[in-house]
């Protein structure tokens, strides 16, 4: 097997299909952050949106595709050239655009939403590929719903899709149907009765209803195809996507059983994974394979004993080979600027001068009430503060009166647009008073809601940081805020702070066409 055959392309769809999962959703800056570190982790390509789907779509194409040039960036539409047209301006200041075009092709797409033939649905693959094909040289094409789709037919879709300009054609398990070794079949089916399959790769989509995602995606590569599509800590609709992380570090650490290789800097994966959970609001589970808190802990004495003697009893990969570093560098209350700053260079986290100094003000607070300050600690402080550069409404005082004897009442201190107020207000609980004074400083929309209120603990101990989710929602748009603290109402009075901010961003940048086209056009997915 060549170099080039042997290599499987990394093709990340966070900022499209991840963001399609309910309760997330990624500013335009959020956005552009994950794709840069995207671009470190050395991924292929890049999905970054839909761009019909809204004007906030649109613009994080055109960002991304601006900004990030080492990488190739894709942009999503369906198979209408409104949409390729739309696709095609958004992807034009990139280095490396592809347009990724897609139709149904299993009879319960064909029969109850396209309400096409499968003659109308060949025809609509060789109008639209065409045409992608004319503005774009990068085209891919997806068969949506490819694993419940009739062999026969697929295959010639395949081949028109091939044939009218298609370099990629991706096979998605759209519902998380297929079982591996099933799917390892239609792969080879593909690749042994498309005639012309030699012109183009072969891509895989899986869906993880079933939890198989990662397996279809790597009984697939082993069956022919070379390009996987997934999403860091595998976020997306329904039950998520095939997991960047787990597919790539199985390639790596079985290397002997696939033959594989992806070009992916796995030193940078627990970067990417906890600022996708920052900015998604979505906690990584502690169990969660490569990523969670617990994928590199032992508390069995058998397996401590066993790693004290040789890591390799117990741990398949280094915590290193994922990001995760073990430094000699022991911070606490009398720790300068300059040890932060090296900490958090070891730890991967970038921040300029301006959010050093704001992110070593906070160290110091919080390292005052705790003995130790732990990576997590920091990870979640520079979460806290460098998200939230451009906010309209700042934090900057709160003071409680809670318990049994009540009222529970709170005051806050907020700045907004450079003015400082102050209100006091009561509410059923501190959490919810802290909630209605911030209403009252900076009202959201009379219809926002609260939909999540989510605390966990950072570190373990009686003096843990508390990281806080709170999720707002209005007319179908909602937005995640997170805030870290060791005192867990101020922690969550940052958090309500920030999702306020974003929902406030997110009404500023839209309007009614917009939100009909997010709300009627948005694909479930492939």
């Known amino acids: ?85 739309k696709a095609a301006e958004a ?20 029969n109850h ?55 990629t054609v991706n096979m998605p398990d759209t519902v998380g149907y297929a079982v591996p070794e099933e799917f390892a079949d239609l792969i080879r089916e593909i690749k042994n009765r498309v005639p012309n399959i030699d012109k183009a790769r072969i891509s895989v989509h899986c869906h993880n209803d079933l939890g198989l995602a990662v397996a279809n995606s790597l009984a697939a590569v082993v069956a022919g195809a070379r390009q996987v599509e997934c999403t860091i800590n595998g976020i997306g609709e329904r039950a998520g996507n095939c997991s960047l992380e787990e597919v790539v570090m199985a390639i790596r650490t079985r290397n002997g059983y696939f033959n594989l290789r992806s070009d992916i800097n796995t030193t940078a994966i627990m970067k ?24 590199f802990a032992h508390e069995s004495g058998i397996h401590q004993d066993g790693m004290l003697k040789n890591a390799e009893t117990y741990e398949i990969m280094t915590p290193e080979s994922v990001g995760l570093h073990e430094s000699q560098i022991v911070l606490g209350k009398h720790s300068g600027r300059h040890a932060l700053s090296k900490k958090l260079q070891e730890l991967g986290i970038e921040v300029g001068d301006n959010k050093l100094n ?62 400082v107020r102050e209100e006091n207000a009561e509410g059923n609980g501190p959490v919810d008073a802290i909630f209605c004074a911030i209403r009252k400083i900076a009202p959201p929309h009379p219809e926002a809601k609260l939909q999540l209120y989510q605390v966990h603990a950072v570190t373990g101990g009686t003096d843990a940081q508390a990281e806080v989710t709170v999720r707002l929602e209005e007319h179908g748009r909602s937005a995640n805020g997170q805030g870290a603290d060791h005192d867990t109402l101020v922690a969550s009075a940052r958090a309500y702070i920030n999702a306020l901010n974003k929902l406030l961003l997110k009404r500023e940048r839209s309007s009614p066409d917009a939100d009909a086209a997010r709300d009627g056009e948005r694909p479930v997915g492939i």
């Open 272 to 295: 990417a994974s906890r600022l996708v959970s920052a900015v998604s609001g979505f906690v990584v589970q502690p169990n969660k394979a490569v990523v969670g808190k617990n994928a």
């Open 1 to 85: 097997m060549t170099n080039s055959q042997n290599k499987v392309l990394i093709f990340d769809t966070s900022l499209r299909d991840g963001e399609q999962a309910p309760g997330c959703s990624m500013n335009h800056e959020e956005k552009l952050q994950i794709a840069r570190v995207l671009a470190e982790l050395g991924v292929d390509i890049i999905e970054a949106g839909f761009p019909i789907a809204s004007p906030g779509d649109f613009e994080a194409v055109q960002t991304v595709s601006r900004e990030v040039r080492d990488v190739t960036v894709a942009a999503l539409a369906r198979a209408t050239r409104d949409d390729i047209n």
């Open 113 to 167: 939403i396209l309400k096409m033939d499968q003659d109308q649905v060949i025809e609509a693959i060789t109008d639209s590929v065409s045409h992608a094909r004319g503005l774009c040289d990068d085209v891919q094409w997806s068969a949506q719903d490819a694993s419940r789709t009739d062999t026969d037919f697929l295959c010639k879709a395949v081949e028109t899709a091939i044939t009218a300009g298609a370099a």
């Open 91 to 110: 992807l034009k200041p990139a280095a490396r655009p592809r347009i990724h075009t897609f139709i149904s092709t299993s009879p319960q797409h064909l």
């Open 358 to 419: 704001d992110l070593f003000a906070r160290f110091k607070e919080l390292a005052d009430k705790k003995r130790e300050i732990y990576d997590d600690d920091l990870y979640a402080l520079a979460d806290d503060t460098i998200l939230r550069r451009n906010d309209t409404v700042q934090f900057r005082a709160l003071s409680v009166n809670c318990g049994t004897e009540g009222p529970q009442s709170a005051r806050v201190k907020l700045e907004v647009d450079g003015e």
